[in-house]
């Protein structure tokens, strides 16, 4: 992977007039074995997370360097998450919600990260080619 670092921002400006609960949507997904990168073995980690952010601008990753992944749960500025990890493959559409745990319930959010992923160790370019996974319907629970 020497050469291929990229930067990656993520967020995008949202405006919030409440506070969500919950992330809801309709998924289905394979979780493969794990057969590229080092590191990880065993089956692949599909990962949802919902953050709530109080930023200036969006959260800048370098590929490059470990110490700017993202953590939804511990990153500067993260007012609220919910996170979703699972190694279970689901065959048919299931509905599923996340529940938003509030750190700070006095500020008010002004960025939006969601993020879907089937291969969970992909910030360190790991994971199964047989992973994927569909999402549908998705909707902030207020």
Same mark, same amino acid.
């Given at each position: 992977?020497?050469?291929?670092?990229?930067?990656?921002?993520?967020?995008? %400006?949202?405006?919030?007039?409440?506070? %969500?609960?919950?992330?809801r949507?309709?998924?289905?997904?394979?979780?493969?074995?794990?057969?590229?990168?080092?590191?990880?073995?065993?089956?692949?980690?599909?990962?949802?997370?919902?953050?709530?952010?109080?930023?200036?601008?969006p959260?800048?990753?370098?590929?490059?360097?470990?110490?700017?992944?993202?953590? %939804?749960?511990n990153?500067?500025?993260?007012?609220?998450?919910?996170?979703?990890?699972?190694?279970?493959?689901?065959?048919?559409?299931?509905?599923?919600?996340?529940?938003?745990?509030?750190?700070?319930?006095?500020?008010? %959010?002004?960025?939006?990260?969601?993020?879907?992923?089937?291969?969970?160790?992909?910030?360190?370019?790991?994971?199964?080619?047989?992973?994927?996974?569909?999402?549908?319907?998705?909707?902030?629970?207020?």
């Amino acid at each position: 992977i020497k050469g291929t670092n990229g930067l990656v921002d993520f967020g995008q %400006p949202f405006t919030f007039t409440a506070r %969500p609960k919950a992330l809801r949507f309709w998924m289905k997904n394979n979780c493969g074995t794990i057969n590229e990168g080092k590191g990880y073995t065993g089956t692949d980690l599909n990962k949802v997370f919902v953050c709530l952010c109080d930023w200036e601008k969006p959260y800048r990753v370098d590929t490059s360097d470990e110490n700017t992944l993202f953590d %939804p749960v511990n990153a500067a500025g993260v007012l609220a998450y919910g996170v979703r990890e699972s190694k279970e493959s689901i065959g048919e559409w299931t509905l599923v919600e996340i529940p938003i745990t509030y750190k700070d319930a006095t500020k008010v %959010p002004n960025y939006l990260v969601l993020t879907y992923t089937c291969s969970g160790y992909g910030d360190y370019f790991c994971g199964s080619t047989d992973s994927w996974m569909y999402v549908d319907d998705v909707e902030l629970v207020y």
